[in-house]
């Protein structure tokens, strides 16, 4: 193979397809200078294809393009489309639970925990006291999405740490334990419940938190795709409604949790051929790829990666994050424990933490409400219940809204400015996003108190929308608010602390159980005034994005900073 250079050249110099190589000049001619690639560069890479085009030349690869052997657009598609079937059909299923209880009840779990009702005379009716068997079915719910959170946090060190590959087969590895308990448990071992429910929450989170860098492959578009990523997440509690019907159907419990097992080997091709072994970096660097790659693709990132000089880092090694902060976040230097003590990290994790907790007990305890409010009409329960199922996969169509929201000031024809306004204009955007999405839980929240059945269609539906909103949100705004190599610690920690939070749910239940009698009215109430804490979260963004504003002003930065401009360091308060 033989390159022209731009220009004449005498004697052996830095090879222009090379990136600075020395290599050995074959001829010179009137118009330039070629050199010899038919193997090796002394520096013991193979040279990259097609030839170094002129910087700023139309046609030139830049940063973030798929040009030159990398990723190509099909690749990139399958890539977000096989991760959105991901989290739409596995990631977020316990929070099905209630659809999944129907099927557990007919088929006798910790059913020797109902006693008989005493009764009058001999001719009444024997009902049994189920609210024991309530308690414990709301106690495996409680356990499981308190593991749903709680252990994202080392979960996010493990993915911050090693990587895509390794987060990923610990989250298989989990998900397949957990589908095999279940299809193996009986009424007589209903105890597995417990550790197969943990297990398929732990590993469904960590699933959704490596498919989430995905957004990084398509520029722009990166907070919808997050946004569309979480609300899969949500639409895949539809996934025990499909179980319930299909048990109602005939099809056995342990056939259905035996597929899914199965499908891990899905998983795990996915993990070799469609993600990364490391992560994908923000920006792409040119010819970018990713996955292992069919035998004779010699001139692919991965062959470059693998042809190197040992101890030199390969662009999937070396984060290739910008000189600037990000979406009003923190530079690259700024440590972990900054983020961490920052006034805006201490109130989103309040803001997640509150409408989380409402949105917890509400599926937690949904069975039993329906129950109350139905007046013990098992066809009416199941009804709802099937209502509330499905409004549930309508999430991943909710959730792109919030994206559009976070992503509005990036669209229209105007540039889109750079620098540090960039950076602000980012976090500024998120301020609405956080306030709609405390809106929609406040309003959910409102008709969850209302002792009317037929309201509660309108609180499946809102319910759906606030929740899609909660966790697209979260997982965006924690991506434009901090550096990008701390996300995964920042949102397992967010996740976690909110967790603890979410472990009242279980007081709140047996609070209902007991001195309220299965009326769950007083604790909703109280509930909606909790929700209205998250209202500050919002408010103190919007502080920073003013005070942030004015030392801008005040250092008279340009209105549209240049693209490589370098901005002091800050870490928000």
């Given amino acids: 193979m033989r390159v022209r250079s731009p220009g004449r050249q005498q004697g052996p110099g830095p090879c222009p397809a090379c990136a600075g190589a020395q290599c050995q000049p074959l001829a010179d001619g009137d118009k330039g200078q070629s050199w010899d690639h038919s193997g090796l560069c002394p520096g013991g890479h193979v040279p990259p294809s097609p030839p170094l085009l002129v910087p700023g030349a139309a046609g030139t690869p830049q940063a973030g393009d798929m040009a030159g052997g990398g990723a190509g657009v099909g690749k990139r598609l399958g890539t977000l489309l096989s991760g959105l079937l991901e989290c739409g059909a596995f990631c977020g299923i316990i929070f099905g639970w209630a659809s999944l209880i129907f099927v557990l ?83 007589e071992l209903a105890v597995l419940l417990f550790p197969a429910m943990s297990m398929l929450s732990v590993g469904g989170i960590l699933l959704i938190l490596t498919n989430m860098q995905v957004g990084n492959l398509f520029g722009k578009y990166r907070s919808i795709i997050i946004t569309l990523y979480n609300g899969a997440f949500d639409s895949s509690s539809a996934i025990f409604l499909i179980i319930k019907v299909l048990y109602e159907r005939g099809l056995s419990l342990r056939a259905m949790f035996l597929f899914m097992a199965a499908c891990s080997a899905w998983h795990l091709l996915r993990t070799l051929f469609l993600m990364p072994r490391s992560r994908i970096p923000y920006p792409l660097p040119p010819a970018y790829d990713y996955g292992l790659q069919c035998p004779g693709r010699s001139r692919s990132y991965r062959t470059y990666e693998e042809k190197r000089p040992p101890g030199e880092a390969g662009p999937e090694e070396t984060p290739l994050e910008p000189t600037m902060p990000r979406g009003g976040g923190d530079p690259p230097g700024v440590p972990f424990r900054a983020c961490v003590r920052s006034g805006l990290f201490a109130w989103h994790v309040a803001w997640l933490s509150v409408m989380q907790l409402r949105h917890y007990l509400f599926i937690g305890t949904l069975n039993p409400l329906l129950d109350h409010l139905a007046r013990g009409d098992h066809h009416l329960v199941s009804t709802y219940t099937n209502a509330f199922a499905f409004t549930q996969l309508c999430g991943v169509l909710c959730a792109p809204w919030n994206g559009l929201i976070l992503d509005r000031h990036k669209r229209g024809k105007a540039p889109r400015p750079e620098g540090a306004l960039g950076a602000l204009a980012d976090l500024r955007a998120s301020v609405l996003s956080l306030a709609v999405t405390v809106t929609q839980c406040l309003l959910f929240s409102i008709c969850a108190a209302v002792p009317v059945l037929p309201v509660q269609f309108a609180t499946f ?113």
Avoid at 161 to 171: E, K, N
Avoid at 524 to 531: E, K
């Fill in 105 to 187: 009840k007919d088929l006798g779990y910790f059913e020797d925990l109902c006693e008989p009702l005493a009764t009058d005379g001999p001719n009444r009716t024997l009902l049994p006291d189920c609210s024991r068997q309530d308690e414990q079915f709301s106690l495996v719910f409680t356990i499981g999405s308190f593991m749903n959170n709680f252990m994202t946090f080392p979960m996010g060190f493990i993915f911050d740490r090693f990587g895509t590959a390794v987060a990923r087969l610990i989250a298989i590895t989990l998900y397949t334990g957990g589908t095999l308990l279940v299809a193996f448990s009986t009424p």
């Fill in 461 to 573: 539906v809102l319910q759906v929308l606030s929740r899609s909103f909660l966790y697209g949100g979260n997982a965006a705004f924690l991506a434009i608010a901090f550096p990008p190599q701390h996300f995964g610690k920042l949102y397992g920690l967010a996740m976690a602390l909110s967790a603890l939070v979410a472990l009242l749910q279980y007081p709140c239940v047996a609070l209902v159980r007991g001195p309220l009698h299965g009326d769950p009215f007083y604790v909703n109430v109280g509930l909606i005034a909790v929700v209205l804490v998250a209202f500050v979260s919002p408010v103190v963004v919007a502080r920073e994005c003013q005070r942030r504003a004015k030392e801008l002003g005040a250092a008279g930065t340009p209105l549209a900073a240049p693209p490589n401009t370098e901005t002091p360091a800050e870490v928000p308060h």
